[in-house]
């Protein structure tokens, strides 16, 4: 009996354990994905990777409240003259194929000419589609 | 030695088999897209509630009603600070109920089977110093499908410029 409750105490662990590297290696994977996309792919101008990286229905909003399309989003990142984008303190929250990445974020672009400088926190949302993340909506919420 | 004839002709009882298996094919694909079109409607019926209950909810301090509305790992940005559900229900149960009003205007959801999300804007009007101000905001809301229903993962808004 005791013998049969350890089995299964450690069955239970081993499953648990598990599961936490699971999540640790999603948790992982998503922040990755967090840079390419807002650190390399839009300041390259690499809508290829974005395209790979956003799902069709993806929306934006930004720090001003428009709001994009994925279609217009690209439009965006394609008509400024420089964009870079940092992030600090990003958190990732996993609810089964669905996960929330939150963090800080600093703005500094240039369109047409005319710089401009945006500070705040973003939320993303993220969808597993066939064992690929997807991002489905990202708002980046002004603090200035 | 004869060859097997590569000219085979469909017999006119396997024309009627096959064209009987094609239209049960079409009808299955037409009622899988029936179904699926019905399914993101009452998603999106549930969703657009779901709003309308939350607004509700909070104009009248219904930490009960909210509770149910919000997943416990929360993560709301409100007024560009994080705050998570513990913080939110805690700020809405100091309130005076319905000192703020918030009208929402129409919404857009976007449905990914057990995932939803909400954008929309909407108009808050705060008492500051015995004035009224109307402030206009864009959001974007994340619903989730788990065990007991459809609760809320992510909302941040920024205002309008």
Redesign the interface.
Same mark, same amino acid.
């Given at each position: 009996m005791r013998a049969r409750l350890l089995a299964v105490f450690c069955l239970a662990a081993l499953c648990c354990t598990a599961q936490v590297s699971q999540d640790l290696k999603e948790e992982q994977e998503l922040l990755a994905l967090e840079r390419v996309a807002k650190l390399q792919a839009c300041e390259s101008k690499d809508l290829a990777t974005l395209n790979n990286m956003l799902?069709e229905?993806f929306?934006y909003?930004?720090?001003?409240?428009?709001?994009y399309t994925k279609a217009e989003f690209f439009t965006l990142v394609k008509s400024v003259d420089s964009f870079q984008y940092a992030t600090d303190a990003m958190a990732v929250?996993l609810?089964?194929?669905?996960a929330?990445v !939150?963090g800080l974020f600093q703005i500094k672009i240039v369109l047409h000419g005319q710089p401009s400088l945006e500070r705040?926190?973003f939320?993303d !949302?993220w969808?597993l589609e066939n064992g690929t993340w997807k991002g489905?909506?990202?708002?980046?919420?002004?603090?200035q | 030695m004869s060859q097997p004839s590569s000219n085979h002709r469909p017999t006119r009882a396997s024309l009627a088999a096959r064209s009987r298996a094609l239209l049960l094919l079409m009808a299955c694909t037409f009622g899988a897209v029936v179904l699926g079109q019905q399914q993101s409607s009452n998603t999106e019926t549930a969703i657009r509630a779901l709003e309308r209950e939350w607004t509700y909810a909070q104009g009248h301090n219904d930490n009960r009603a909210l509770d149910l509305i919000f997943d416990n790992a929360l993560v709301y940005v409100e007024y560009g600070r994080l705050v998570s559900k513990g913080e939110y229900l805690a700020r809405i149960k100091r309130e005076i109920p319905s000192s703020d009003e918030i009208v929402m205007d129409p919404v857009t959801v976007r449905t990914f089977e057990d995932t939803a999300v909400v954008i929309g804007t909407y108009r808050e009007k705060k008492l500051q110093r015995g004035q009224h101000e109307t402030k206009r905001w864009r959001f974007i809301d994340t619903w989730i499908y788990k065990k007991n229903g459809w609760v809320l993962v992510a909302a941040a808004s920024t205002p309008l410029r």
């Open positions: 799902d229905g929306l909003v930004d720090p001003s409240g428009k709001h929250r609810h089964g194929n669905t929330i !939150t705040g926190r939320v !949302t969808l489905v909506a990202s708002i980046d919420v002004s603090t | -």
